[in-house]
């Protein structure tokens, strides 16, 4: 007679397929091993010097500060993190994507919240048709899930499509996504985090964050998985 003993399968590592944590889809070595962002500025995201003062924003911050308060950035955009994100975005790994949004919402956890909504970062119809689906809708409602924080994915909308923002300058950038984005007032709180899969200039976290608060939002924060790391502002 044969028996057989069945044990329940302990979820794997995304990365190296060694034992996972438990409700985290990575072991505690590849954790551990992530590009933490750990010196940037405060205020938008932006890798800094380890020698530069603690706490202090960034200079174009002060010079021309964002419509936005804060970031909370956990990653650097480097490998796995930039695969991770990779399929997620575009081969639509949504398995990878509730992985990342478990990295972030560890990481607003750790701190006191004062956010009332969260708000994917908007696609353009078209782009949205192309793609199938708005990442950053995907990461609002694992975040919403973890967080308690409701999300609504039609308040903030995307009125001009992106250009390829990669080849245009600072100015260029900043004058193609201005008045990209439309945020209705209707039902919009007090304090809203706007959440994106990374930041790469912060222009386009810069004309979001101004859409809400023309709405009337007072307080936005822009929480994103990762941040690239070059300044390529
Ligand atoms: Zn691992
Ligand atoms: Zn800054």
């Known amino acids: 007679m044969c028996i057989k003993f069945i044990h329940p399968q302990r979820a794997r590592c995304r990365l190296c397929h060694a034992p996972a944590l438990p409700e ?7 954790l551990t091993a992530l590009p933490r962002l750990v010196h940037a500025c405060p205020r938008c995201a932006l890798p800094m010097e380890a020698s530069a003062p603690p706490e202090t924003p960034c200079g174009e ?13 956990p990653l650097r955009y480097e490998a796995p993190v930039s695969d991770l994100i990779s399929h997620f975005k575009y081969r639509r790994g949504l398995s990878d994507g509730q992985l990342l949004a478990q990295l972030l919402a560890r ?3 750790d701190t006191t919240l004062d956010v009332q909504l969260l708000l994917p970062m908007p696609l353009h119809p078209s782009r949205l048709r192309e793609r199938g689906y708005n990442q950053a809708a995907e990461l609002a409602r694992t975040l919403s899930r973890a967080t308690g924080i ?9 009125t001009k499509a992106a250009p390829t923002q990669r080849e245009a300058n600072k100015r260029e950038r900043r004058r193609n996504v201005r008045k990209a984005f439309v945020c209705e007032s209707k039902n919009l709180p007090r304090s809203v985090a706007i959440i994106d899969d990374v930041v790469t200039t912060g222009s386009t976290a810069r004309a979001a964050a101004a859409a809400v608060k023309l709405a009337g939002a007072e307080r936005v924060e822009i929480w994103a998985v990762a941040r690239t790391p070059k300044p390529g502002d």
């Open 24 to 30: 985290l889809s990575l072991c505690e070595g590849c």
């Open 150 to 158: 409701p999300w609504n994915s039609t308040l903030l909308r995307r």
């Open 61 to 73: 911050c002060q010079a021309d500060p964002p419509a936005f308060e804060l970031s909370r950035v």
């Open 107 to 109: 990481h607003v956890r």
